[in-house]
């Protein structure tokens, strides 16, 4: 189905190559990143072993729809987007750290709270939680930015003793996270969304913090549905949400998880078909816009024409 798996391009200008687990990141002249979202898709840390098509182009548009409605709140690495599935942007040092947020007690935070603890990264919760509550404030929960294995909580505190990220950046990265996170809930709710949770990256250029990565994407974000919300809090039933839980939830009935010995259930077209199709499904909800396929012609061939032009404008 002509999706991005991997690429290797080789730029006239080109000084790096770096394969994430979804992104081919091509750095040029040390100046500027040229990102391609592949359709590799990863669960429990372990890169599936089929591409999903239009993931990455889903991911890709999503995530510059919304730098591009919070660019009034903070500058962000993005030039341009010359691609469905490529973002140009400038090369900037990233913070050490992932600034989580929560609004309400999911995912992590709640088995955090269902063993017992009533502090989450220094954050302390009140006592007669349930799992997806709202919570009375949202919390910053950061973790560490491992650049191999698991990320890892921490607290504000240990971040300023540690030196990680200074404490007049860090404030200034609380704030600006508080903002996005206010910001990224108006959006949600006029798509009859709840933001749930989200993380953001930042970076540096010069004395400039940027916005970096993607954001209040279904990667990165969880998302309740508003309608029934409550009827379903009331009740003690699961919440609808709008996440890539969906992808754990066929893994783990078919006994993965990640964990050594255990294989990747066989991932067939019907299978790859219908994980495309709810990514689809993703970017409609969350946008409110409809998603276009590109033209069926040679994904990456288009894909490197794209970069080729971007950068000559440079």
């Not at 294995?149 to 996270?177: C, F, P």
């Amino acid at each position: 189905m002509n999706a991005i798996k991997e690429t290797h391009f080789n730029f006239e200008r080109q000084t790096n190559y770096y394969k994430g687990k979804v992104r081919d990141v091509y750095t040029i002249d040390n100046k500027y990143l040229a990102m391609v979202v592949t359709d590799r898709i990863s669960a429990f840390d372990v890169v599936l072993p089929e591409a999903i098509p239009y993931k990455g182009q889903v991911l890709n548009q999503i995530a510059a729809k919304f730098l591009q409605a919070t660019a009034d709140i903070l500058p962000n690495w993005v030039i341009s987007v010359p691609d469905p599935s490529v973002t140009i942007g400038r090369i900037c040092e990233p913070f050490k750290v992932e600034m989580v947020i929560r609004g309400y007690l999911a995912g992590h935070a709640a088995r955090e709270y269902a063993l017992g603890k009533r502090q989450v990264c220094g954050v302390s919760l009140p006592e007669g939680l349930k799992e997806n509550d709202i919570l009375p404030e949202p919390i910053i929960t950061p973790t560490t930015k491992a650049s191999v294995g698991h990320d890892e909580d921490i607290s504000r505190e240990e971040i300023l003793d540690k030196g990680i990220v200074s404490e007049a950046d860090y404030v200034q990265l609380e704030n600006y996270t508080r903002r996005l996170f206010e910001r990224g809930t108006e959006i949600a709710a006029k798509q009859g969304l709840i933001l749930v949770d989200t993380k953001y990256e930042f970076g540096k250029a010069g004395d400039t913090i940027y916005l970096i990565d993607e954001i209040h994407t279904p990667d990165s974000s969880r998302y309740f549905y508003s309608e029934g919300y409550a009827q379903r809090q009331q009740n003690g039933e699961p919440q609808k949400q709008l996440s890539k839980e969906f992808v754990r939830k066929w893994l783990i009935e078919n006994g993965f998880q990640g964990r050594d010995g255990q294989k990747v259930p066989e991932m067939t077209k019907e299978i790859v078909q219908s994980i495309s199709e709810r990514y689809i499904e993703l970017y409609e909800q969350i946008t409110g816009e409809t998603f276009i396929k590109p033209e069926q012609i040679n994904v990456l061939d288009r894909v490197e024409n794209a970069i080729k032009e971007a950068l000559a404008a440079l």
